[in-house]
């Protein structure tokens, strides 16, 4: 391994289909399980509201952060853009943010297919297949950037193709007076806030791309590339999903398990029609894309973290042959791990959500500081419509924010709160010795 201090570059191998494959595969479980839940807290029409604002907060979002992801290729990613705009100490708190969010959500689809798999395979519980699956693609990503950016191409692709398969089959069933079922609004306004973190889910991790920034060939074209792409593919695959299923069942029979795509299929075909088995089989490439993915995002957070010194140097190495991070990537699994064995994983993904929504913030604000600060920095891709379009996903994210803190458990939002304040504690002490 590199001796800690010694200069650490990761190999530029990735392309822009690598960065989309990144982009949707960091998301799309988001389109197989988890949004559902939302239904039960607004309805069809007021989960899709939360739906059409959070996707005008990513769309927003992601062409301002755009600007920050090919000025600044950097595997720190949000950190690097907090660190360069706002300094060193918001900066640590944008890593520890998206340290949060990386770190508490494959713990979470890990358990999800743990689920699936002990569901088919009784023998095998939930925890031993989620750990198995740490181990797995932990081993991947050490392995090389090539290995695991090919497989998650694949993986990606094969996972949006039965979602459009999907949108295929059961569209001509979709009817209007499901989706604008009376009562239109079933909770009222307050349940579109509520339904916010579960329409977060739809697009939440797709920030991560930029922490591959420093393994791509040309980052000044291919990130705003590969990020156009991205939202796009989300936005049609979010809306389809939504519309899809729940213009086709009655949204209380969407709400009381992970399986709202095979259900709706099931409805439509029949629940042996070999269309429904491969949906149900197929679904596992969307899990296992996503957790493949963020693994890939947390082990480059914690490694530029480490390289900065915020965390200690030996994790910032870089394996001697294969070139990639393996003790930010050992670490990271081992955290995951053991997050798995909490059981925790409507908790892990508020927590994910949370960190998340304070990476958009603090985003937002580093692309109107960094206008300001460095007027002159090369920026091959500019925000359209500035400042309107990170502003007003910075407001948005703020509303979402306060939609979480309203629609969280207390003991998630005081965690969460405690960890940053915690993280000002440190970069204090650790600040002090770099």
Same mark, same amino acid.
Request: proline share 6%; charged share 10%; aromatic share 12%.
């Given at each position: 391994?590199?001796?800690?201090?010694?200069?650490?570059?990761?190999?530029?191998?990735?392309?822009?289909?690598?960065?989309?494959?990144?982009?949707?595969?960091?998301?799309?479980?988001?389109?197989?399980?988890?949004?559902?839940?939302?239904?039960?807290?607004?309805?069809?029409?007021?989960?899709?509201?939360?739906?059409?604002?959070?996707?005008?907060?990513?769309?927003?979002?992601?062409?301002?952060?755009?600007?920050?992801?090919?000025?600044?290729?950097?595997?720190?990613?949000?950190?690097?853009?907090?660190?360069?705009?706002?300094?060193?100490?918001?900066?640590?708190?944008?890593?520890?943010?998206? @340290?949060?969010?990386?770190?508490?959500?494959?713990?979470?689809?890990?358990?999800?297919?743990?689920?699936?798999?002990?569901?088919?395979?009784?023998? @095998?519980?939930?925890?031993?297949?989620?750990?198995?699956?740490?181990?797995?693609?932990?081993?991947?990503?050490?392995?090389?950037?090539?290995?695991?950016?090919?497989?998650?191409?694949?993986?990606?692709?094969?996972?949006?193709?039965?979602?459009? @398969?999907?949108?295929?089959?059961?569209?001509?069933?979709?009817?209007? &007076?499901?989706?604008?079922?009376?009562?239109?609004?079933?909770?009222?306004?307050?349940?579109?806030?509520?339904?916010?973190?579960?329409?977060?889910?739809?697009? @939440?991790?797709?920030?991560?791309? &930029?922490?591959?920034?420093?393994?791509?060939?040309?980052?000044?074209?291919?990130?705003?590339?590969?990020?156009? &792409? %991205?939202?796009?593919?989300?936005?049609?695959?979010?809306?389809?999903?939504?519309?899809?299923?729940? %213009?086709?069942?009655?949204?209380?029979?969407?709400?009381?398990?992970?399986?709202?795509?095979?259900?709706?299929?099931? *409805?439509?075909?029949?629940?042996?029609?070999?269309?429904?088995?491969?949906?149900?089989?197929?679904?596992?490439?969307?899990?296992?894309?996503?957790?493949? %993915?963020?693994?890939? %995002?947390?082990?480059?957070?914690?490694?530029?973290?480490?390289?900065?010194?915020?965390?200690?140097?030996?994790?910032? &190495?870089?394996?001697?042959?294969?070139?990639?991070?393996?003790? *930010?990537?050992?670490?990271?699994?081992?955290?995951?791990?053991?997050?798995?064995?909490?059981?925790?994983?409507?908790?892990?993904?508020?927590?994910?959500?949370?960190?998340?929504?304070?990476?958009?913030?603090?985003?937002?604000?580093?692309?109107?500081?960094?206008?300001?600060?460095?007027?002159?920095?090369?920026?091959?891709?500019?925000?359209?419509?500035?400042?309107?379009?990170?502003?007003?996903?910075?407001?948005?994210?703020?509303?979402?924010?306060?939609?979480?803190?309203?629609?969280?458990?207390?003991?998630?939002?005081?965690?969460?709160?405690?960890?940053?304040?915690?993280?000002?504690?440190?970069?204090?002490?650790?600040?002090?010795?770099?």
């Amino acid at each position: 391994m590199n001796a800690p201090g010694a200069p650490t570059e990761l190999k530029r191998v990735l392309g822009p289909v690598h960065l989309w494959a990144i982009a949707v595969g960091l998301v799309i479980s988001g389109d197989y399980f988890g949004w559902n839940y939302g239904l039960g807290k607004g309805g069809p029409v007021g989960m899709a509201l939360a739906t059409l604002l959070v996707t005008l907060m990513y769309v927003c979002f992601i062409f301002s952060y755009t600007e920050l992801g090919a000025a600044i290729p950097h595997a720190g990613g949000p950190f690097a853009f907090s660190q360069r705009a706002l300094g060193d100490k918001l900066g640590f708190v944008a890593g520890i943010c998206t @340290l949060i969010e990386f770190l508490c959500a494959p713990p979470a689809i890990a358990r999800a297919i743990g689920a699936y798999v002990h569901f088919r395979v009784p023998e @095998l519980s939930v925890n031993s297949v989620a750990l198995s699956a740490f181990v797995v693609f932990c081993a991947v990503n050490a392995l090389g950037v090539t290995l695991a950016v090919t497989f998650e191409l694949v993986i990606t692709a094969a996972a949006a193709f039965e979602l459009f @398969l999907f949108f295929f089959l059961t569209a001509p069933q979709v009817s209007a &007076a499901r989706l604008f079922a009376e009562p239109l609004l079933p909770f009222g306004a307050l349940g579109v806030f509520a339904a916010i973190p579960f329409a977060i889910w739809f697009y @939440l991790g797709m920030e991560g791309v &930029a922490m591959s920034a420093e393994e791509v060939k040309d980052p000044k074209r291919a990130i705003p590339k590969g990020y156009i &792409a %991205g939202i796009v593919t989300l936005v049609v695959l979010a809306l389809g999903t939504l519309i899809c299923t729940s %213009g086709v069942l009655p949204w209380q029979e969407l709400i009381v398990d992970d399986s709202p795509l095979p259900k709706t299929l099931a *409805a439509v075909l029949d629940r042996d029609h070999p269309m429904t088995h491969l949906m149900v089989y197929l679904g596992l490439f969307g899990l296992i894309a996503s957790f493949h %993915g963020i693994i890939m %995002g947390a082990s480059r957070q914690v490694f530029a973290l480490a390289r900065e010194g915020f965390l200690p140097r030996r994790i910032g &190495a870089l394996h001697p042959r294969f070139k990639t991070p393996i003790w *930010a990537v050992v670490a990271s699994g081992v955290i995951g791990a053991a997050l798995v064995l909490t059981e925790r994983t409507d908790d892990l993904i508020s927590l994910s959500a949370f960190g998340a929504v304070g990476v958009y913030i603090l985003s937002m604000i580093s692309v109107v500081a960094l206008r300001k600060k460095e007027p002159a920095l090369e920026r091959p891709f500019v925000a359209p419509f500035y400042p309107v379009f990170p502003l007003l996903a910075l407001g948005i994210a703020v509303v979402c924010l306060v939609a979480m803190i309203y629609g969280s458990p207390w003991y998630v939002s005081l965690g969460f709160f405690s960890l940053l304040g915690a993280a000002f504690v440190i970069w204090t002490a650790v600040g002090r010795s770099r």
